[in-house]
Nanobody, 116 residues
Framework: QVQLVESGGGWVQPGGSLRLSCAAS????????MSWYRQAPGKEREFVAS????????IYANSVKGRFTISRDNAKNMVYLEMSSLKPEDTAVYYC?????????WGQGTQVTVSS
């Protein structure tokens, strides 16, 4: 049974930091590229960051470049998103995604709220 479980969301003031985690199980984690997406209220889900199966070649959306860092630990089946200098426009539900060829799996999401 494939599972992706996000954690680490919450409320933070503008300029603050959060670290999201995604625990994977039920598939060969090290064979899948991992990504983070987010969806703000009333908006479509958008790409945030991705990392290749081996941990190289991270890609970021322009809106988070220089502020967010994606990483993974294949020994622990975990992927992370370090978020700093957070802005109110970063408020969204953040989703973890595993992707390989025609296969993709999604987590249930974790809420991040940035406000004063």
């Amino acid at each position: 049974q494939v599972q992706l479980v996000e954690s680490g969301g919450g409320w933070v003031q503008p300029g603050g930091s959060l670290r999201l985690s995604c625990a994977a199980s039920g598939f060969t984690f090290s064979s899948y590229a991992m990504s983070w997406y987010r969806q703000a209220p009333g908006k479509e889900r958008e790409f945030v960051a991705s990392i290749s199966s081996g941990g190289g070649t991270p890609i970021y959306a322009n809106s988070v470049k220089g502020r967010f860092t994606i990483s993974r630990d294949n020994a622990k089946n975990m992927v992370y998103l370090e978020m700093s200098s957070l802005k109110p426009e970063d408020t969204a539900v953040y989703y973890c995604k595993a992707g390989r060829a025609f296969y993709s799996y999604w987590g249930q999401g974790t809420q991040v709220t940035v406000s004063s």
